[in-house]
């Protein structure tokens, strides 16, 4: 069996492809499963559009799966269900996505590229959800509104844009990631950026908030950590008229 299509209305508890030689299984069309063995098939390609949860451990596993679509209804995605999976490249989470449990995307090691087009960037978000993924390209849309606290300690993001849409950068959010350039998207409604925010993102070059008209406060936390400690800026802008409350900030940036 090469590929294999199940389309009329079923609900599969398991689907155990192991040791078939399967390489697209089309799920789109009413089929609805629990959970998938296959870690032991060629499949590379999954597309789960009927799916509006995914269960625990549903793909976990899946060592040749590149490929998966998921439904534009989809609301959570369980424990442990794409851990492992380690030809995944990409990733794609639908604005309908409300819960990522823990682990779900755990050890899929060459997983580089994130796309979130809901607002879930909450506490700890990679080290919950991604830890062992090489996540070096964030891509959010205008559905994010808090990118939440320690949110991406442990990835690996070179630049980042943030969208008009947040509203406020929680604590350690960006906490010594290798960052090159920050900027933030047209008419940005940014209010807030939290103590050690960009702590030691020390290959910073540019922090471009010129489009950040109503930054109210920048906090420090403390004395010793700022939310710029340990940057090395050279091109620092921001766009309000009123400055707003520092904390201690600007003895914290270099430049």
């Known amino acids: 069996i090469k590929s294999l299509d199940l389309s009329n209305h079923v609900k599969l508890v398991t689907l155990d492809c192991s040791g078939n030689p399967l390489n697209g299984l089309d799920l789109s069309k ?8 296959g870690s032991t098939t060629n499949i590379t390609a999954l597309d ?6 995914l269960s625990e451990m549903l793909c976990k596993d899946c060592y040749n799966l590149s ?12 424990q442990e269900a794409f851990m492992s999976c380690t030809s995944l490249t990409s ?3 639908p604005a309908s996505v409300t819960s990522l449990s823990q682990d779900a995307f755990r050890n899929c090691t060459k997983l580089s590229e994130l796309n979130i087009n809901s607002d879930i960037i909450g506490s700890s978000f990679y080290q919950n959800h ?4 090489p996540v070096s390209t964030v ?3 205008e559905n994010v509104t808090t990118i939440g606290e320690s949110a991406f300690v442990g990835a ?6 943030i969208p008009a849409s947040v509203t406020k950068i929680e604590k350690r959010a960006f906490y010594r990631q290798p960052l090159i350039s920050v900027s933030f ?3 940005s409604e940014l209010q807030a950026i939290g103590s050690y925010a960009f702590y030691e993102c020390e290959n910073i070059e540019s922090f471009d908030a010129s489009n950040c008209h109503d930054i109210k406060t920048i906090l420090a936390g403390n004395s010793l950590f700022g939310a710029f400690y340990g940057c090395a800026i050279t091109d620092f802008k921001i766009g309000t008229v009123t400055p707003p409350d520092i904390d201690e900030y600007y003895s914290y940036l270099n430049i």
């Not at 009413?30 to 063995?37: P, S």
């Not at 690996?156 to 844009?161: A, K, L, V, W």
Request: hydrophobic share 45%; charged share 10%.
């Open 30 to 37: 009413n089929v609805t499963i629990e959970r998938f063995n």
């Open 48 to 53: 789960l559009t009927a799916n509006t949860s």
């Open 67 to 78: 490929e998966v679509i998921f439904p534009e209804t989809l609301a959570a995605i369980q």
């Open 91 to 93: 990733l794609t989470l």
């Open 130 to 133: 991604f830890t062992g993924a």
């Open 139 to 141: 891509n959010m849309n």
């Open 156 to 161: 690996q993001i070179g630049s980042i844009m």
């Open 185 to 187: 998207a047209k008419n």
